[in-house]
């Protein structure tokens, strides 16, 4: 397909892991990205994973790239009410300027 | 370092009018983005500037849209006349290598 998908709503606990799924559409992307944003903001750039690596932590934050099914996750740990916001997936295209191309967000919501 | 500027935060419109959009990058970065963000849906890119040059606007609608980036440095993007579904954020993004791009608060439209 020609869109970046990502799963729309997901709900967890405060403390509890949260996983969000992302599926991409151009296997020589060379960098994938995952934004966060929080009501009435714009779009933070929370951690992104080059293509030649399987996975990179960053503090609560692991990311988890599968190439072959073009398949990108994040990971937070011990999620708290702070990071309830839309995550976005966001892929580097192999066109000749590098567009950026993002799924439509997930909307995580933390519950106490 | 100073992040990306936009003005104004937020605008509303009546249908058929214009407006006018700004964006100051961070200092030092070549590559300049307006992305238009319709409520539930991720970033689409309208214009992608390389110092004061566009390098890809395919997805803007020229015949109401424009935009400029004069010196390199600033950016406008204006909407003459307006629709009721440009109804959106445009968001102002830049990047030094083309690698990560980081995003501006946004400027959140509404057209009446």
């Known amino acids: 397909g020609e869109d970046v998908e990502q799963s729309l709503f997901l709900s967890v606990r405060e403390g509890d892991s949260s996983v969000i799924n992302c599926t991409y559409t151009?296997?020589?992307?060379?960098?994938l990205y995952w934004y966060k944003q929080e009501p009435g903001a714009g779009l933070q750039l929370l951690t992104y994973i080059f293509s030649n690596m399987d996975m990179k932590q960053d503090q609560r934050l692991t990311v988890l790239l599968n190439k072959k099914d073009k398949h990108l996750s994040l990971r937070i740990a011990d999620t708290q009410t702070g990071d309830s916001a839309i995550y976005f997936c966001a892929e580097k295209l192999t066109d000749s300027w590098g567009k950026f191309q993002f799924g439509a967000g997930t909307q995580v919501v933390v519950t106490p | 370092e100073a992040g990306v500027a936009q003005s104004p935060r937020y605008k509303i419109i009546e249908k058929r009018q214009s407006v006018a959009f700004w964006c100051n990058p961070i200092?030092?970065?070549?590559?300049l983005y307006w992305y238009q963000q319709i409520l539930g849906q991720g970033p689409k890119l309208l214009i992608q500037?390389?110092?004061?040059?566009?390098?890809?606007d395919s997805q803007l609608p020229k015949d109401r849209f424009s935009a400029e980036r004069l010196k390199g440095v600033d950016s406008t993007l204006k909407i003459q006349p307006a629709k009721l579904e440009d109804s959106a954020v445009y968001l102002c993004a830049s990047s030094y290598a083309g690698n990560t791009i980081y995003f501006g608060e946004g400027s959140w439209l509404t057209v009446v």
């Open positions: 200092s030092g970065h070549a590559t």
């Open positions: 500037f390389q110092n004061n040059g566009v390098v890809d």
């Open positions: 151009d296997s020589s992307s060379t960098y």
